[in-house]
């Protein structure tokens, strides 16, 4: 009787395992199915990209070429587009990277008048939607002579509620030995945090760092408020502007978006072991 229960326990976890794999997998081809229909219809003559849709002929790519990419190329100025894109995210990324470690730090580690206040108004401000407050910060930038213009597109977005609150909770986590010993060796504040907490907290930085990456690059609608031109435009206004440039092409539209999202698999590809760490380090977790 007692090796029963072993021998039923075992079947059941291994029918627990099975059934559990079996709805990842499900999960995982409706998650990437419409990813593959893009790149399959990229590489597609336009008058097929919607005729084969119902079918499985549609994540196969029977008539492959690369056309429909230098299609895009020629039609619009896409080189400007990705740099747009990619200056603007980067400059996100970067600062706010400095900018909202240290104050998550400073709400962390440090004891200062208001501290408590000022961290119970940034925590208030996480539930704030954007489209909140898009048309003061709008008419704002309008007032500083912004419009139609980088830094617009990047000042704003700097300090992130958000951010803040994921360094925080990893720099709590942070043993105070570490900052124990350096103000034994004589380090200041400013010493101690570029030198000892921030080589000890990469997981978070990758874990901001990829957050603020996918927001800032798929940004829309401010961008759509406050750019006028093709000249600081990013990708996501301008592939919304090609889908409305006669004629027509499926098979252009879906090699823009092939060109969109790459960029975002290859950051995630490449911090991916960072960010898997940082979300099992910071307050996400809870």
């Given at each position: 009787?007692?090796?029963?229960?072993?021998?039923?326990?075992?079947?059941?976890?291994?029918?627990?395992?099975?059934?559990?794999?079996?709805?990842l997998g499900?999960?995982?081809?409706?998650?990437?199915?419409?990813?593959?229909?893009?790149?399959?219809?990229?590489?597609?003559?336009?008058?097929?990209?919607?005729?084969?849709?119902?079918?499985?002929?549609?994540?196969?790519?029977?008539?492959?070429?690369?056309?429909?990419?230098?299609?895009?190329?020629?039609?619009?100025?896409?080189?400007?587009?990705?740099?747009?894109?990619?200056?603007?995210?980067?400059?996100?990324?970067?600062?706010?990277?400095?900018?909202?470690?240290?104050?998550?730090?400073?709400?962390?580690?440090?004891?200062?008048?208001?501290?408590?206040?000022?961290?119970?108004?940034?925590?208030?401000?996480?539930?704030?939607p954007f489209?909140?407050?898009?048309?003061?910060?709008?008419?704002?930038?309008?007032?500083?002579?912004?419009?139609?213009?980088?830094?617009?597109?990047?000042?704003?977005?700097?300090?992130?509620?958000?951010?803040?609150?994921?360094?925080?909770?990893?720099?709590?986590?942070?043993?105070?030995?570490?900052?124990?010993?350096?103000?034994?060796?004589?380090?200041?504040?400013?010493?101690?945090?570029?030198?000892?907490?921030?080589?000890?907290?990469?997981?978070?930085?990758?874990?901001?760092?990829?957050?603020?990456?996918?927001?800032?690059?798929?940004?829309?609608?401010?961008?759509?408020?406050?750019?006028?031109?093709?000249?600081?435009?990013?990708?996501?206004?301008?592939?919304?502007?090609?889908?409305?440039?006669?004629?027509?092409?499926?098979?252009?539209?879906?090699?823009?978006?092939?060109?969109?999202?790459?960029?975002?698999?290859?950051?995630?590809?490449?911090f991916q072991?960072?960010?898997?760490?940082?979300?099992?380090?910071?307050?996400?977790?809870?």
């Amino acid at each position: 009787m007692s090796a029963a229960i072993p021998m039923g326990a075992a079947r059941v976890g291994r029918w627990t395992r099975l059934l559990g794999g079996l709805a990842l997998g499900l999960a995982t081809v409706f998650f990437l199915g419409p990813v593959l229909f893009m790149i399959v219809g990229s590489l597609k003559p336009d008058e097929l990209v919607l005729r084969e849709a119902g079918s499985w002929r549609a994540f196969w790519p029977t008539e492959g070429s690369l056309q429909n990419y230098r299609d895009v190329f020629e039609r619009v100025n896409f080189g400007r587009f990705l740099f747009n894109s990619l200056f603007i995210t980067g400059a996100v990324v970067a600062v706010g990277l400095v900018v909202n470690s240290m104050a998550g730090y400073a709400f962390a580690r440090m004891r200062w008048t208001g501290r408590n206040a000022l961290f119970a108004f940034v925590l208030a401000l996480l539930i704030l939607p954007f489209e909140a407050i898009a048309v003061p910060l709008f008419y704002m930038m309008i007032e500083f002579g912004w419009r139609d213009s980088y830094q617009v597109q990047i000042v704003p977005f700097l300090a992130n509620a958000f951010s803040i609150y994921l360094f925080y909770t990893f720099f709590l986590g942070l043993p105070r030995e570490l900052e124990e010993a350096a103000e034994i060796d004589g380090a200041g504040p400013w010493r101690t945090f570029f030198t000892l907490i921030v080589p000890n907290a990469k997981p978070a930085f990758a874990t901001v760092a990829i957050l603020t990456f996918l927001v800032t690059w798929g940004s829309y609608l401010w961008p759509l408020m406050v750019t006028s031109g093709e000249t600081y435009r990013p990708l996501p206004v301008a592939i919304a502007n090609f889908k409305t440039l006669p004629p027509l092409q499926w098979g252009d539209i879906m090699a823009f978006g092939v060109m969109m999202v790459l960029p975002i698999l290859l950051v995630f590809l490449l911090f991916q072991r960072w960010f898997v760490r940082g979300v099992a380090s910071t307050g996400m977790k809870n």
